[in-house]
């Protein structure tokens, strides 16, 4: 069957917010995303846009309090996951939605050797005999490209450098090899070297084991190698979403012509030392959002209509953009 | 002294950290953090110096303010050798360099105000009357693009761009010579660090300021670099005019990390470069050229002796056999 059924995940008008004592911060505020099986989704934004958060309601890993999941669906592989009890959503992380962070170390602990905390895994959700587990584990460790694993399963966190802590959380990621693995900024604290590493594991892991992706990064390089459809967003918000290659080559809301703007290229089509295009003022505290488009008082195209918030409109096919730029009269 | 000439020179340059093994051990085993470094920085330009984790970079940076004391070799701020300086004429020096930090969030004391903190140098080296000195971080501030009715806040109050540019009001306030930028914008959103860059080559023409902009990100420091330092290990592999470094980088590990920077182009076909294994480390680096372990070119010479690191073009100098044996 085809159509909208072949989507792994899709999420339907999320809104999760964080209620503090200085007002609601609400971290995301009506998010839709789709996911085919085997695809990657880029999310991409600034620190605060909500892409982690996103992440995290998925998870359903949203502390609470002060946090909550107040409204939508996120329906995976057919189940809403907001409508399933904790017991049944812990059989899926890890097993059916695997994670990866950006630090290594926060979610490694640094007092069990990584064979233990991958075995934990595969004795957890596979029911693995202490034994079998301990075996995958070294298996998976040669999967994800350590040298020497029979030696490194027996090691503790910090005997590890950083790419290999962070390959040894894909390795327990993929242990109990998930339909799906959200990555929140995967390579972010790595060298360029390495990052290049990782991403290239990734890659070949997800061809191999037809595993979906969401990519979590504020680097649009990163996105570019790596995702086929791209969500930015903004202040809780999807602002643009469409495949990686119109995101890239035709650009639609101003927040993203204004990012694509001012990173530095290495590349010949741009002069060096051409000054860069920097967007003006700075992202708004979630607690103090300007009124109708989040993005309006930053932007250079601002007209008497960005008043009133802005819907998703599609101004291309399969181009969604939250602009009233593309507004048919 | 040439008025358009070096502004700092570096020769022969070691630095190593001991680091004790065993408590009862007397052996002493040692972090190579920079090794023989020969360098020089021109009036007026900005010289980027990329590597990865653990090259050196920032603790070259760091020698040359000496605030580290090297173990070996030289340092000439303005031709003259500041190793011989005693506490006071050092103290004078540092008038002429200055720092900027990447973390915006330790970098700057929370319990001062911004006022207090960019105008801590100017009490330090008795500049100006009270008065004089206010008025002094004012014009800081709006230089650097802070609000001025906000000079009685506290770091907490502002975003992180905001305090990278309270460090940069800082560095600004003895009108230095020189400023060392390590990982100024690492730290900040994109669209945030756009803004700091741009920031920082405004100023660089309105002082006539000398960089040493230390970073990991390629793309960055080839956009406000004259020339490029590449380091690897705590030796020097490559430096170029950045557009030469960059349209035709000659060490491998160069074209390792260039092939290996994301770019924001979906339609380009890469060919990676990727390198095998993971990064040696500096407390024990691989003999003859410390990058042979990983290098795709590896050949008879390399773990032999030390590579030159020599002029194979104008301007452009590295050290690979790939280029020529030692002289």
Same mark, same amino acid.
């Given at each position: 069957m085809g159509g909208q059924n072949n989507f792994l995940l899709k999420i339907q008008n999320l809104h999760t917010y964080f209620f503090m004592d200085e007002g609601?911060?609400? !971290?995301?505020?009506?998010?839709?995303?789709?996911?085919?099986?085997? /695809?990657t989704l880029g999310l991409v934004g600034e620190s605060g846009c909500g892409k982690t958060v996103t992440a995290l309601s998925i998870m359903r890993l949203i502390p609470? &309090? &002060?946090?909550?999941i107040v409204q939508g669906q996120i329906s995976f592989n057919g189940t809403n996951l907001l409508t399933l009890s904790e017991a049944a959503m812990r059989k899926i992380r890890g097993r059916s939605i695997s994670m990866i962070f950006q630090e290594p170390m926060t979610s490694l602990n640094p007092v069990f050797q990584i064979g233990d905390q991958i075995s934990e895994v595969l004795q957890l959700h596979e029911g693995m005999s202490r034994k079998e587990a301990w075996n995958r584990s070294i298996e998976m460790l040669k999967m994800v490209g350590i040298p020497a694993p029979e030696r490194r399963v027996m090691e503790y966190p910090h005997q590890l450098s950083g790419g290999m802590r962070q390959r040894a959380m894909i390795a327990m990621a993929l242990a109990c090899s998930p339909m799906? +693995?959200? !990555?929140?900024? &995967?390579?972010? !604290?790595?060298?360029?070297?390495?990052?290049?590493?990782?991403?290239?594991?990734?890659?070949?892991?997800?061809k191999e084991k037809g595993m979906s992706v969401?990519?979590?990064?504020?680097?649009?390089?990163?996105?570019?190698?790596? !995702?086929?459809?791209?969500?930015? +967003?903004y202040a809780g918000r999807?602002?643009?979403?469409?495949?990686?290659?119109?995101?890239?080559? /035709? &650009?639609?809301h101003p927040y993203t012509q204004g990012l694509l703007k001012s990173i530095p290229r290495l590349d010949e089509h741009h002069a060096r030392k051409e000054r860069l295009e920097a967007i003006p003022g700075l992202v708004p505290s979630l607690l103090d959002l300007p009124p109708g488009c989040k993005f309006s008082n930053r932007c250079k195209y601002v007209f008497d209509r960005c008043v009133e918030e802005p819907p998703l409109i599609e101004a291309a096919p399969g181009h969604l953009v939250r602009c009233r730029l593309y507004e048919r009269k | 002294m040439n008025a358009d000439g070096n502004l700092v020179e570096v020769k022969n340059l070691r630095k190593f950290f001991p680091v004790h093994s065993h408590f009862f051990s007397r052996a002493k085993i040692f972090v190579q953090a920079v090794v023989r470094i020969n360098l020089f920085i021109r009036r007026g330009e900005t010289l980027g110096l990329v590597g990865e984790s653990g090259c050196g970079k920032s603790t070259l940076g760091r020698l040359i303010l000496r605030l580290e004391e090297p173990t070996e070799g030289q340092i000439l701020f303005e031709n003259e050798d500041i190793l011989q300086y005693d506490a006071e004429r050092l103290r004078q020096l540092r008038r002429q360099m200055q720092i900027i930090f990447q973390d915006p969030y330790s970098s700057l004391n929370p319990r001062k105000t911004v006022g207090s903190i960019i105008g801590e140098p100017l009490i330090i080296h008795h500049i100006g009357t009270k008065k004089e000195r206010e008025e002094r971080v004012l014009k800081l501030m709006e230089v650097v693009g802070l609000r001025p009715e906000h000079?009685?806040?506290? $770091?907490?109050?502002?975003?992180?761009? =905001?305090?990278?540019?309270?460090?940069?009001?800082?560095?600004? @306030?003895?009108?230095?010579?020189?400023i060392i930028a390590d990982e100024p914008v690492s730290a900040l959103d994109v669209s945030i660090q756009a803004q700091v860059l741009n920031l920082l080559e405004d100023l660089q023409k309105e002082f006539h300021l000398t960089y040493l902009f230390i970073a990991h990100d390629l793309s960055v420091v080839e956009h406000i670099s004259d020339r490029v @330092?590449?380091?690897?290990?705590?030796?020097? @592999?490559?430096?170029?005019?950045?557009?030469?470094?960059?349209?035709? $980088?000659?060490?491998?590990?160069? =074209?390792?990390?260039?092939?290996?920077n994301p770019v924001p182009d979906p339609t380009l076909e890469r060919k990676r470069i990727l390198l095998q294994g993971e990064v040696p480390s500096p407390i024990n680096p691989p003999s003859g050229c410390n990058f042979h372990t990983r290098c795709p070119f590896k050949f008879e010479p390399c773990p032999g002796e030390v590579p030159q690191f020599k002029e194979i073009e104008p301007n452009h100098w590295v050290a690979c056999y790939l280029y020529?044996?030692? =002289?």
């Open positions: 609601v911060a609400k !971290a995301v505020d009506g998010v839709d995303l789709e996911l085919e099986e085997g /695809g609470d &309090p &002060p946090g909550k799906l +693995m959200i !990555a929140d900024e &995967p390579t972010t !604290a790595l060298d360029v070297t390495i990052q290049a590493q990782i991403l290239e594991l990734i890659n070949h892991l997800q969401i990519l979590i990064t504020h680097n649009l390089g990163v996105i570019a190698e790596t !995702a086929r459809r791209v969500a930015v +967003m999807i602002v643009e979403y469409t495949d990686v290659r119109s995101i890239f080559g /035709g &650009p639609k | 000079i009685n806040r506290y $770091p907490h109050e502002f975003s992180g761009g =905001q305090r990278q540019r309270i460090g940069i009001a800082r560095a600004l @306030a003895l009108n230095p010579k020189l @330092a590449v380091m690897h290990l705590g030796r020097l @592999a490559e430096l170029a005019l950045s557009e030469d470094l960059y349209r035709s $980088p000659k060490h491998p590990y160069t =074209q390792a990390l260039l092939s290996a020529g044996p030692n =002289q």
